[in-house]
């Protein structure tokens, strides 16, 4: 690759499990979600932005529904340790193969 030419990256996604004793209960269209999963993506301006995903409490797979996530000081700071966490294993990639 010709390094006059700038790399464009579109997207920075991390996919974090949500702890035991953080996950939330949520409800879409009628069904009740237990959140698990958080996908926080670094924007292009620095800033993290989280969604969260989970499965029907009911049980069943359910639909892939993104949830917001609340502004819970041990959510903001586990978004943030996820993050410092991606930054720190991005740092260390042995690459390819």
Not at 13 to 37: C, H, K, S, Y
Not at 51 to 65: D, E, F, I, N, Q
Not at 70 to 96: F, H, K, N, T, Y
């Amino acid at each position: 690759m010709n390094s006059d030419v700038p790399l464009e990256v579109s997207a920075l996604a991390i996919n974090v499990t949500i702890p035991e004793g953080l996950r939330w209960i949520d409800t879409r269209r009628g069904e009740e979600f237990t959140l698990t999963t958080l996908n926080v993506r670094l924007l292009p301006d620095g800033r993290l932005a989280a969604k969260a995903y989970g499965r029907p409490t009911a049980g069943g797979l359910g639909t892939y529904v993104s949830f917001p996530v609340p502004e819970r000081p041990e959510l903001v700071a586990l978004v943030d340790g996820a993050a410092s966490r991606a930054s720190a294993l991005w740092a260390a990639d042995r690459g390819l193969g």
